[in-house]
């Protein structure tokens, strides 16, 4: 990252959540090392091309897996299993449709009153499950500038969601000229954020960050995407109190994924976790079959049925609703 000071001047800053990125592992070998796994258990997992979506760990999430465990509940949403045929039938590149609801570049309307903002086509961690894996993005200024036309234009639109990618890859000088300009629009009463960094990187809830959301007229609510409690140490947890300081709201999006937090106890978990933490469960997402993700499905009924048990022991807010994603419908279908 680079900024202009006065004219010709050219220096070069790294915050310490962009140095995490660069530090990040790159490749199965170094980070099997690094867990302390044996080589030979490489051949299990599918290697990914270099580039565009690689293997991309950044160290403080792997410090979060158990060491010696091929089958860590963490470890598994980055690195997939062999075991399922690729190119398996009914799993596609663009699984949502989100293609047909794109009308400019990087800004997506299927609901009403909600326009989501392609902000950034970068991540901070690549999981593998992930529907947006074979997307290509514009740059982020011109989404910017697009949007917020877009977005004057029509009255009907009353909350912004900044997704991507990952919207938090974005530079706070950026994101706080972006939070500017929407706070312009009468309209526009709500702001939220879809973003992992906060879990796989807490070191990017910056001062600057929670300042922006403090001095925002908007109604600020931030939704993060944790899979599994032991996501959750206490570097998450002083970033989620950090960002419940700022005055936004915390909920939490979670892709239910076979191996991974398919069980009851996993389940069960993760939403006392969440809400011991201030974090409302909100979604718990059918995987949606894109291309990939092949290893890693729950039929819907196994879903229904944990939401169900979960319902018998738990606060009626501590339970997601399981919702999936049909392209054309005029909101998700919760199915529990
Ligand atoms: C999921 C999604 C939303 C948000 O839906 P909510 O049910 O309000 O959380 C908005 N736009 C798009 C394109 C989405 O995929
Ligand atoms: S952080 Fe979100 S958008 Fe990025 S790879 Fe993971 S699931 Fe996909």
Redesign the pocket.
Known sequence: MEILTGKTEIVPTTSRWQQEIRSAFRDIESLFEYLEIDTDEVSGFVRPAHGRFGILVPRNFASRMEKGNPRDPLLLQVVSPNSAPQNGSGFHSDP?G?RA?EQEPGI?Q??RG?V?LLLSGACAVHCRYCFRQHFGYPGTGSVIDQAVDVIRRDKTVSEI?LSGGDPLMVADSSLADLFLRLAELPHVRRLRIHTRLPVVIPSRVTDALCQMILDSPLAVCVVVHINHAREIDTSVQTAIHRLKSAGATLLNQAVLLQGINDSYEDQFSLCEKLVDNGVIPY?LHLLDPVRGAESYPVSAADGISLIQQLRESLPGYAVPRLAK?EPGHA??TILA
């Open positions: 949502v989100d609801a997506l299927k609901y909600r989501l969601i979604y994603e909101s998700k």
